[in-house]
């Protein structure tokens, strides 16, 4: 009912695609430096991922829906037993490198609408985090709840030869915005949701190039990259090597 604009669904056809989508589960298995996943200690697969509890709201940064324990940045934590002496010079070592890197790295986030100017948040210039502020659910990745984001990758500066710009004028202020895709405001019909987008699930990265949902990053360097400029946040070339490491096990 949403971008596909499709007929009604019964409840019957709903529960079945529901109930097929949610027994799917995929992850890397094998990793070309730190090879099997689950070798050593690790947690990587899907068989580990199919094992992970989830629920709408878990780990939300307002406290978790179900149990209301507050929001631990500490998102991932498949490769922990990688953190010892025995994985230095295996690949493994980079791996936990980067998953802790991914978990407490300070990045000041500002200019992002969906946070930055939303009063839930108190409208506020700055907001420490980290990767895990906007990946929250546990062991995956994605946002535990729906929070669609305008990182500013739609933004005309960024506009390619081969992407439209649309201009679209806020009735209520008159405020003009250009932008290469409207994102959720297709859906919601709202100004504020010009160019925002829900964050993917992590799990499968290695497989899914170009990144982004408008292929902006064509490899992980580049989303790495991306973020970094973005946010000023300050990775030396050994942790950004750390983090992709990390990212292309999931």
Same mark, same amino acid.
């Given at each position: 009912?949403?971008?596909?604009?499709?007929?009604?669904?019964?409840?019957?056809?709903?529960?079945?695609?529901?109930?097929?989508?949610?027994?799917?589960?995929?992850?890397?298995?094998?990793?070309?430096?730190?090879?099997?996943?689950?070798?050593?200690?690790?947690?990587?697969?899907?068989?580990?991922?199919?094992?992970?509890?989830?629920?709408?709201?878990?780990?939300?940064?307002?406290?978790?829906?179900?149990?209301?324990?507050?929001?631990?940045?500490?998102?991932?934590?498949?490769?922990?037993?990688?953190?010892?002496?025995? $994985?230095? =010079?295996?690949?493994?070592?980079?791996?936990?490198? !980067?998953? #802790? &890197?991914?978990?407490?790295?300070?990045?000041? +986030?500002?200019?992002?609408?969906?946070?930055?100017?939303?009063?839930?948040?108190?409208?506020?210039?700055?907001?420490?985090?980290?990767?895990?502020?906007?990946?929250?659910?546990?062991?995956?990745?994605?946002?535990?709840?729906?929070?669609?984001?305008?990182?500013?990758?739609?933004?005309?500066?960024?506009?390619?030869?081969?992407?439209?710009?649309?201009?679209?004028?806020?009735? $209520?202020? =008159?405020?003009?915005?250009?932008?290469?895709?409207? !994102?959720? #405001? &297709?859906?919601?019909?709202?100004?504020?949701? +010009?160019?925002?987008?829900?964050?993917?699930?992590?799990?499968?990265?290695?497989?899914?190039?170009?990144?982004?949902?408008?292929?902006?990053?064509?490899?992980?360097?580049?989303?790495?990259?991306?973020?970094?400029?973005?946010?000023?946040?300050?990775?030396?070339?050994?942790?950004?090597?750390?983090?992709?490491?990390?990212?292309?096990?999931?």
């Amino acid at each position: 009912m949403g971008h596909a604009q499709g007929a009604p669904l019964s409840d019957a056809q709903r529960e079945s695609i529901v109930g097929f989508e949610t027994n799917l589960f995929f992850a890397q298995v094998l990793d070309n430096g730190a090879k099997s996943l689950t070798a050593a200690g690790g947690r990587g697969g899907p068989e580990n991922v199919a094992r992970q509890p989830f629920y709408v709201g878990i780990n939300d940064l307002f406290g978790d829906a179900q149990t209301g324990a507050p929001f631990s940045p500490i998102v991932f934590t498949l490769f922990d037993a990688w953190n010892a002496p025995a $994985a230095s =010079g295996t690949g493994r070592d980079a791996v936990a490198r !980067g998953q #802790a &890197l991914f978990n407490t790295k300070p990045i000041q +986030i500002r200019n992002v609408s969906g946070i930055n100017d939303e009063a839930v948040f108190g409208n506020p210039e700055t907001v420490p985090g980290t990767c895990t502020t906007c990946h929250d659910s546990p062991n995956l990745g994605n946002h535990s709840v729906k929070a669609p984001l305008d990182l500013g990758l739609t933004d005309a500066e960024r506009q390619t030869p081969d992407m439209p710009l649309y201009t679209f004028r806020s009735f $209520a202020t =008159g405020a003009i915005k250009k932008t290469t895709d409207p !994102g959720r #405001a &297709l859906i919601s019909g709202h100004f504020k949701d +010009i160019g925002r987008f829900k964050g993917p699930v992590l799990r499968g990265l290695a497989a899914r190039a170009p990144y982004f949902h408008n292929g902006f990053a064509a490899t992980l360097d580049d989303a790495v990259r991306f973020y970094d400029e973005r946010f000023a946040i300050g990775f030396t070339a050994a942790e950004k090597a750390d983090l992709v490491a990390f990212l292309k096990t999931l």
